[in-house]
């Protein structure tokens, strides 16, 4: 069993920046692929950010290509997401997710790929 718990977000102006945080129980963590989501109001949970197990391969939504950087810990077990130049469309609840199953890099965009999900910090990006 692994337990997730978000930290870090917080209200900022745009072109500010933020760092999240994942903290995760359970051994068994540092092997698994994990990613970052987010749920604006109204809308569906959308795909932020994915690292592979080792941490050397990393994939981005293109809406944060060039200003978001995943990176993992896994001695620390810990997930983080630093967020640059944030914008107001950033704005949302973002949530830390790991998968114990997920082999293909392709899936690691959809939300069913992953068993474990923290319960979520808000980001607040004001105009």
């Known amino acids: 069993q692994v337990h997730l718990v978000e930290s870090g977000g917080g209200l900022v102006q745009a072109g500010g920046s933020l760092r999240l945080s994942c903290a995760a129980s359970?051994?068994?963590?540092?092997?698994?692929?994990l990613a970052w989501f987010r749920q604006a109001p109204g809308k569906e949970r959308e795909f932020v950010a994915a690292i592979n197990r080792g941490g050397g391969n990393t994939d981005y939504v293109d809406s944060v290509k060039g200003r978001f950087t995943i990176s993992r810990d896994s001695a620390k077990n810990t997930l983080d997401l630093q967020m640059n130049s944030l914008k107001p469309e950033d704005t949302a609840v973002y949530y830390c997710?790991?998968?114990?199953?997920?082999?293909?890099?392709?899936?690691?965009?959809?939300?069913?790929?992953?068993?474990?999900w923290g319960q979520g910090t808000q980001v607040t990006v004001s105009s």
């Open positions: 997710a790991a998968s114990s199953t997920a082999i293909y890099s392709a899936t690691y965009r959809t939300t069913s790929t992953y068993q474990y």
């Open positions: 359970g051994r068994t963590f540092r092997t698994y692929p």
